[in-house]
């Protein structure tokens, strides 16, 4: 094909199409942002609506027949019954030290949980709760004090 010549070069129009008569785009509207804590809000009224258990299934029973193997050998299996006992009873005791942990968080002035805050109730109220009906004694401010000092 033999070269072009002569000529001029023909350009785009920079205002657009041409045309006088383009559609208008619609005007945007404002996207509502999400506040920063809606997501953990919204989260923790699923958790709290729900009765499904929280702990998988599986990793705990692994977790159960590993444990149990250290201590007696002899014992290698388990009834789905049995595992899913200690499944609830073990997913009970944590969300208790959770709320207690909150509790002690929320004394504190605090919104997070922190570790001695999970160690601190178990600790003051490991004799209260479990020392039987006669030898049932209150604790004291004292004792509440002293427990308080190794902590905090």
Not at 104 to 123: D, E, L, M, Y
Not at 125 to 141: D, G, V
């Amino acid at each position: 094909m033999p070269p072009k010549v002569g000529g001029t070069k023909t350009r785009a129009n920079p205002q657009g199409s041409g045309r006088s008569g383009a559609k208008k785009r619609p005007a945007k509207v404002p996207v509502s942002r999400k506040k920063p804590n809606d997501n953990a809000l919204n989260e923790i009224r699923k958790f709290q609506s729900s009765t499904s258990m929280l702990i998988p299934s599986m990793p705990m029973s692994r977790l159960i027949r590993e444990i149990s193997a250290e201590i007696a050998p002899e014992v290698s299996r388990w009834n789905s019954s049995a595992l899913d006992a200690i499944r609830e009873s073990a997913e009970a005791y944590l969300v208790k030290l959770m709320e207690d942990a909150n509790v002690c968080a929320q004394h504190a002035k605090r919104v997070t949980i922190q570790v001695r805050g999970i160690k601190f109730f178990p600790s003051l109220f490991h004799s209260y709760r479990y020392t039987t009906c006669e030898t049932h004694k209150r604790l004291s401010r004292s004792t509440i004090k002293s427990s308080l000092k190794q902590f905090y």
